[in-house]
């Protein structure tokens, strides 16, 4: 079955560097794109990054953009985002999704805190 496993989030402080992976499996990894979501508390999941299935086309959320950066190793079917300059406002649980065969599919969120 598909499975997303969302890995290294953790507590960081103002101006600091995650990054984020995700393993996928059950599916051909090279012909999806991939996307990282976010969700703050109280707040409705946002798309904050998208990748192409070949690693070429990029798209992000206008509040990280040029500080996040999305990559994918399709030999590891694996997808990342390096987040830099991490301020409180990016605290959330953060989702690696996946649309596959008309289906959305997500894993289990890794969760970001920024704070002092």
């Known amino acids: 079955q598909v499975q997303l496993v969302e890995s290294g989030g953790g507590l960081v402080q103002p101006g600091g560097s995650l990054r984020l992976s995700c393993a996928a499996s059950?599916?051909?990894?090279?012909?999806?794109?991939m996307r990282w979501y976010r969700q703050a508390p109280g707040q409705e999941r946002h798309l904050v990054a998208e990748?192409?299935?070949?690693?070429?086309?990029?798209e992000y959320a206008n509040s990280v953009n040029g500080r996040f950066t999305i990559s994918r190793d399709n030999n590891r079917d694996m997808v990342y985002l390096q987040m830099n300059s991490l301020s409180p406002e990016d605290t959330a649980v953060y989702f690696c999704?996946?649309?596959?065969?008309?289906?959305?599919?997500w894993g289990q969120g890794t969760q970001v805190t920024v704070s002092s």
């Open positions: 999704h996946a649309f596959i065969w008309n289906t959305d599919y």
């Open positions: 059950g599916f051909p990894f090279s012909r999806s794109a």
């Open positions: 990748i192409s299935r070949g690693g070429l086309v990029t």
